[in-house]
């Protein structure tokens, strides 16, 4: 190849190497609020000026949820060149376990911690006690505003919202009525009040009855168990309703009870067993908030703290819908993270 033609060719691979795709996203003003946004494009810092020290905690990866957060965070901390130390409590009731995680982050000198809370109300009273200034970021799940330095999520009252809208169009009133069960996920920790408080006003009105509400933690074994209680008490039930861990046990419960008429799923969130389902016809509908670019955003917007950079304290990806027939596969991959992915708890 000649001389001219080589360089012409390393000049384009590194252009193209070096292009980074805008994110769109919500961006929240005032910030922490959940009230007015828009949208707008977000360009990704392609390096950080030094190797910032990030501890990001999160609940638990007993589902997919949040091991495709764990992986876009991983990307983006080895892209930008920091540190991450990942740690995750092991369940929505060890509260006591993440609050000496929040302690380890701390003795390990972190730059920021990215906390996927446990539980809104204890978490916050603690960290007002504890008079740190480290920098504090909330992660997905809700944190209050004070002592906040920027947060990444997606307004869960919207994701539970948006699942009770899907159903009231689908019946509204003066039809038939039809029954579901709802399976919201842990009782007041992460999302569950506000997804619960947002679905049942988009339900308001229309012929959707819900029959029985039963709360668990996240767990496969816990959602099954609900799951089997409450088909044993409702035989007809139209609709089962719940987390991506219910939806996803839900398929093979039914599929073994082999029911005449076996109720439709919906997940009010998305992981990997829930989208294989939608590929299957299996599940009628889920949210996505789009998990991975939410990892990706988290360690974007800390890094802009750090370094005094103009940033924007309270984004989240927009929450799309899918389905058997829109799957939309391109804004999947920044949902889920790739087959083979096992969790990561150190960068570098």
């Known amino acids: 190849m000649a001389r001219g033609l080589r360089t012409a060719v390393f000049i384009l691979l590194t252009a193209v190497t070096l292009t980074v795709s805008a994110w769109p996203v919500e961006n929240r003003t005032p910030a922490f609020q959940f009230a007015e946004s828009e ?3 977000l360009t990704p810092l392609a390096l950080a000026k030094k190797p910032w020290r990030l501890c990001a905690l999160y609940p638990h990866m007993k589902d997919s949820y949040w091991l495709s957060v764990n992986f876009g965070m ?29 302690r ?3 003795d390990w000198q972190a730059d920021a911690i990215l906390l996927g809370t446990v539980s809104f109300q204890e978490i916050n009273k603690r960290l007002k006690a504890l008079n740190n200034s480290t920098p504090l970021f909330g992660l997905v799940n809700n944190l209050s505003a004070q ?25 509204p009133a003066g039809s038939p009525p039809v029954t579901m069960a709802w399976f919201p996920g842990p009782e007041q920790r992460g999302g569950t009040p506000e997804s619960e408080q947002g679905l049942r ?12 509400s039963a709360h668990g933690d996240n767990d496969r074994n816990i959602q099954r168990t609900l799951l089997q209680q409450v088909l044993d008490q409702y035989s007809d039930l139209d609709y ?8 996803d046990v839900a398929v093979n419960e039914l599929r073994k009870r082999s029911l005449a008429k076996p109720p439709e799923i919906i997940s009010h969130y998305l992981s990997h067993g829930v989208y294989r389902g939608l590929k299957r016809g299996k599940i009628l509908m ?10 990706r955003l988290a360690v974007d917007q800390a890094v802009r703290s750090l370094e005094g950079l103009e940033f924007k304290p309270d984004i989240g990806p927009r929450i799309i819908q ?16 790739p087959a083979g992915f096992t969790p990561t708890y150190q960068v570098p």
């Open 201 to 212: 006003d988009a339900l308001a009105g229309s012929s959707v009855k819900i029959l029985t």
């Open 147 to 171: 002592g906040l330095s920027g947060r990444v999520g997606v307004p869960w009252y919207q994701m539970g919202y948006r699942t009770g809208s899907f159903l009231a169009k689908r019946h």
């Open 39 to 41: 949208t707008i494009e």
């Open 104 to 106: 380890d982050c701390l």
């Open 322 to 337: 899918l389905s058997h027939e829109n799957r939309n596969l391109e804004q999947a991959a920044e949902s889920l993270s």
């Open 74 to 102: 991983v990307q983006q901390a080895r892209q930008l060149g920091v540190t991450l130390q990942v740690a995750e409590a092991g369940g929505y009731h060890q509260l006591e376990r993440q609050w000496q995680q929040v």
């Open 286 to 295: 889920a949210n996505s908030d789009q998990m991975v670019l939410q990892g």
């Open 240 to 247: 089962l309703v719940g987390s991506a861990v219910l939806a």
